[in-house]
């Protein structure tokens, strides 16, 4: 017998995964989702996908402390690629939990769609600004427009928060 633990609490919609210890490889949808959420690993736990989740965004965040550290030597390229590198893993790191074809989905739905593609265009425009064109200004800015983006796009998966921050910022 499997042991199921129900995850509506992380994601959008209702999906139950193997419990801890769980060897099963479905990740008990309905039938006709299982192939949408297209995990990395199908036949890993619940745990051994946490532990991925947790080993990814750990990457993620020793990435972002190195990409800070290149700032006081006032390398803003190396600040620029590094930085960007990890928020590629930190935000990639989700799809050890739900799969890549679920989090794309989620990533491209109407209330995320905006926030997603200034996400990935100021990620290509921070390479372009750092590794072509060189220029640290521009890339400093296309940055920090990777920073406003990813705050939008986390905001969406808190109830009402994109109207709080709004009416804080006298814009709503």
């Known amino acids: 017998m499997s042991l199921r633990v129900n995850v509506d609490s992380l994601f959008d919609t209702t999906h139950t995964v ?28 619940f745990q051994e996908r946490v532990i991925g989740f947790a080993v990814c965004l750990g990457l993620g965040f020793l990435f972002s402390i190195f990409a800070w550290v290149s700032i006081f030597a006032l390398d803003f390229n190396t600040f620029a690629v590094i930085n960007t590198v990890s928020n590629v893993t930190s935000i990639g790191s989700t799809m050890f939990l739900c799969g890549p074809m679920a989090q794309l989905k989620r990533m491209f739905d109407s209330k995320r769609l905006i926030a997603t593609i200034i996400y990935f265009t100021s990620m290509a425009l921070t390479f372009i600004a750092a590794l072509v064109l060189r220029i640290p200004w521009l890339t400093i800015i296309t940055v920090l ?6 705050l939008w796009y986390c905001l969406s998966y808190i109830p009402f928060a994109h109207t709080a921050v709004l009416k804080v910022l006298g814009l709503g």
């Not at 099963?24 to 199908?42: A, H, K, M, Q, R």
């Open 145 to 150: 427009v990777q920073y406003v983006a990813m």
């Open 18 to 45: 193997p419990l801890v210890g769980s060897q099963s490889n479905t990740l008990g949808l309905p039938v006709g989702e299982e192939d949408e959420t297209g995990n990395l690993c199908p036949s890993l736990s």
